[in-house]
């Protein structure tokens, strides 16, 4: 008997948050708090977590470890049903949560599940993170974490994932070179990378305006860094870019102005890879060699084998039972 697929596991409403990896641990964590603009909400050993300007409780978690990497992948969704439903849809693809469904144990709590994807990537869908008061938003300073760019192996395979199982939609093409994910009405909020290995490319963080922008970057200028490629703005997206490197040598971009879906309107395009069409401003120039080697990144097999070839397991435990059977015992 043919079984029809199950469709996505949730409603993905946005993009929370990017654990990142670093053997750089002090210098990164001063780097983005003293530097970057954002602002710690909770630090433990090793672990520090990061807020923006606006309500989430934190938007980047720096980790220490021996090596770079990407943590995981934090997406929000509107109730613990709906993790407890992702749970359901996950189990009908023979897909097992690594921890949850259930509380989670990390800063800002929450409800929540998180698995792998093919390569490896630690994905979570979250819901009841506690939230924070907003910061005003005059300063230049990121809102938040806007979009990750993933470097694949096989990226058909790998959108072919994203928009099967998560839900996600396709923007747009840059020919068969990248491709970008939307989950909301941003133009994209994941871009895959067709690269050599699988590793993080880059992560950007959204300025409020066009003037935050460039406020920004004086303000980074004051701390005697200048962008490795930009101001720029990008054709796919048309949101603005300048690209830097922490201390980890991990990429991070300020960005702003990232154009707008309407799902019934919008039709996705392949857009040539040119020069006038990745800057349409012209005015960034060629991406240079040491941002090219950076974006390539090193590796990155995932958290859980990089744990178990260490022989540690970096994932607290969750209760399992669905939300409604704790809510009874509470």
């Known amino acids: ?34 530097v970057w603009g954002l602002e710690t909400v909770e630090s433990d050993t090793g672990s520090r977590w990061l807020r923006g300007t606006s309500d989430e409780h934190h938007v980047l978690h720096l980790t220490e470890r021996d090596r770079v990497g990407l943590g995981r992948i934090a997406f929000a969704v509107a109730t613990p049903a709906e993790v407890d439903e992702a749970a359901r849809r996950l189990e009908a693809r023979s897909l097992v949560p690594v921890t949850g469904p259930g509380p989670l144990d990390q800063a800002g709590g929450g409800y929540g599940l998180r698995f792998t994807d093919p390569e490896g990537r630690l994905i979570e869908i979250s819901a009841q993170v506690e939230a924070v008061v907003p910061r005003g938003r005059d300063g230049a ?50 871009a895959f990378n ?3 290995w699988t590793s993080l490319n880059h992560v950007a963080y959204e300025m409020t ?4 922008f460039m406020r920004g970057l004086g ?32 990429v991070c971009e300020y960005t702003s102005e990232v154009a707008q879906i309407v799902e019934d309107a919008w039709i996705a395009r392949v857009w040539r890879r040119v020069p006038e069409l ?45 939300a409604e059977a704790q809510e009874a015992t509470a």
């Open 141 to 190: 300073v990121p809102v938040g974490v806007t979009h990750a760019v993933l470097n694949t192996t096989d990226i058909d395979a790998a959108v072919a994932f994203y928009c099967d199982v998560l839900g996600l939609r396709v923007s747009d093409w840059s020919e068969h070179q990248m491709a970008f994910l939307r989950c909301n009405s941003d133009h994209h909020c994941i």
């Open 278 to 322: 990745s800057d349409l401003w012209g005015t960034a120039g060629a991406p240079s060699k040491e941002i090219r080697c950076s974006m390539a990144g090193t590796p990155d097999s995932g958290p859980l084998a990089t744990a178990r070839a260490q022989g540690s397991g970096p994932l607290a435990p969750v209760d399992a039972r669905p």
């Open 194 to 196: 067709q690269a050599e």
């Open 1 to 34: 008997m043919h079984r029809t697929p199950p469709g996505p596991i949730a409603r993905l409403r946005s993009l929370r948050y990017v654990e990142l990896h670093t053997p750089a641990f002090t210098e990164a964590a001063g780097f983005y708090e003293d």
């Open 219 to 250: 303000r980074l200028r004051h701390h005697g860094i200048t962008p490795q490629w930009g101001p720029g703005r990008h054709g796919p997206g048309n949101n603005t870019f300048s690209y830097f490197t922490d201390p980890s040598g991990l």
């Open 209 to 212: 305006s066009v003037d935050h």
